[in-house]
Antibody, heavy 120, light 110 residues
C-alpha cells in the first residue's frame, strides 16, 4: 500500500526555521517525482515545490523561492523541505504528494499533512 | 504564477449534473493536456478525481468527467449524490515545470 507520512510541523516564531519530512513507503521512491502543497487555514491549495526522482532538479513557487529548499534521500525513502525566514503567511497545513508516473501534472497520493504555525 | 480561476461555489440537487470551470492561460491550461481535478472533504487530504483532462483514476466513479476547450477546463459531475459535497480544485502543469491550482469551488448538494 502506497503511503506518505509527513512530520516536523509545529509552532515557530517569525523569522525562524523548520524542516519538514515526508516518509514514503509502498512504492519505489526513487522512480517518482514528489511535491509539497500547502493550504492556509480556510484557504485553497497552493503548490509549493517539486523535485525529480533523482533529486537533481527542483522547482519552487515564486512565493517561497529563496526561503524553501527541497531535497530527498532515496536511500531512506524520505523527502525533506527546509523552510527558512518563516512568515505569518507561511502558516498552513503542508501536504507531501507523489507525482503520478503517467502524468507530470497529477498528484496521485497525498499524506494527511503537517501543520506549520508561524506566530510570536 | 497566478492561480487558475474557478467559481467560488456551485450547487445542485441530488440526481442533477453540475459543471465547474477552470480558466488559465496559454502557459498552463491551454498549453498542456496535464489538467487534474481534486476533491477535498473537510479535514481530509485532497484526492485526484481526473487527470490529463479526461482520465479517471481507478476507483473513481464514472459520474465524474473532464474536458477542455482552449484555456478553460471543466469538471462535470452527473447524478449528484450527497457524498459529492466537497471542495473541488483544478490544477495544471505549467510552462516552467511547476504546478498551479485553482482557487477552489465549494459544491453544495441541496
Amino acid at each position: 500500500e502506497v503511503q506518505v507520512l509527513e512530520s516536523g510541523g509545529g509552532l515557530v516564531q517569525p523569522g525562524g526555521s523548520l524542516r519538514l519530512s515526508c516518509a514514503a513507503s509502498g512504492f519505489t521512491f526513487r522512480n517518482y517525482a514528489m511535491s509539497w502543497v500547502r493550504q492556509a487555514p480556510g484557504k485553497g491549495l497552493e503548490w509549493v515545490s517539486g523535485i525529480s526522482g533523482s533529486g537533481g532538479t527542483t522547482y519552487y513557487a515564486d512565493s517561497v523561492k529563496g526561503r524553501f529548499t527541497l531535497s530527498r534521500d532515496n536511500s531512506k525513502n524520505t523527502l525533506y523541505l527546509q523552510i527558512n525566514s518563516l512568515r505569518a503567511e507561511d502558516t498552513a497545513v503542508y501536504y507531501c504528494a507523489r507525482t503520478s508516473v503517467v502524468s507530470p501534472g497529477s498528484l496521485d497520493y497525498w499524506g494527511q499533512g503537517t501543520l506549520v504555525t508561524v506566530s510570536s | 504564477q497566478s492561480a487558475l480561476t474557478q467559481p467560488a461555489s456551485v450547487s445542485g440537487s441530488p440526481g442533477q449534473s453540475i459543471t465547474i470551470s477552470c480558466t488559465g492561460t496559454n502557459s498552463d491550461v491551454g498549453g498542456y493536456k496535464y489538467v487534474s481535478w481534486y476533491q477535498q472533504h473537510p479535514g481530509k487530504a485532497p484526492k485526484v478525481m481526473i487527470y490529463d483532462v479526461t482520465n479517471r483514476p481507478s476507483g473513481v466513479s464514472n459520474r465524474f468527467s473532464g474536458s477542455k476547450s482552449g484555456n478553460t477546463a471543466s469538471l462535470t459531475i452527473s447524478g449528484l449524490q450527497a457524498e459529492d459535497e466537497a471542495d473541488y480544485y483544478c490544477s495544471s502543469y505549467t510552462s516552467i515545470s511547476t504546478l498551479v491550482f485553482g482557487g477552489g469551488t465549494k459544491l453544495t448538494v441541496l
